[in-house]
């Protein structure tokens, strides 16, 4: 189970840390991504942390988005700085891991809206 945390309100310049907590069961994460998508537009890449390979970003918000991982503690953040009203979007994770059971699986969590007043 997937769960995103950490969407609000916020003015324009300020920022933002999303939390997505991985729990349930036994296993081990391999990525943790994030997604958004802007009412019309398809959803797209925000961020991918993946273990032994490290971070991948959308072009247009490198600079302005971390990701930042605690696989230790099976969860990873997304600090979102200087947002804009174009930034206001639902924000979910998703993760691929590793059961002992059921080798390779990945997870989609429920979103965290993100509103940016201008």
């Known amino acids: 189970q997937l769960q995103a945390s950490g969407g609000g309100l916020v003015q324009a310049g300020g920022s933002l840390r999303l939390t997505c907590r991985a729990s349930?069961?036994?296993?081990?994460?391999?990525?943790m991504s994030w997604y958004r998508q802007i009412p019309g537009k398809e959803r797209e890449l925000v961020a991918m942390f993946t273990r032994g390979r490290g971070t991948k970003y959308a072009d247009s918000l490198k600079g302005r988005f971390t990701i930042v991982d605690d696989f230790a503690q099976n969860r990873c953040y997304l600090q979102m700085n200087n947002l804009s009203p174009e930034d206001a979007a639902i924000y979910s994770c998703?993760?691929?891991?590793?059961?002992?059971?059921?080798?390779?699986?990945?997870?989609w969590g429920l979103g965290t809206q993100v509103t940016v007043s201008s």
């Open positions: 998703a993760a691929n891991v590793y059961t002992y059971t059921l080798g390779s699986l990945d997870y």
């Open positions: 349930g069961g036994n296993f081990i994460i391999n990525s």
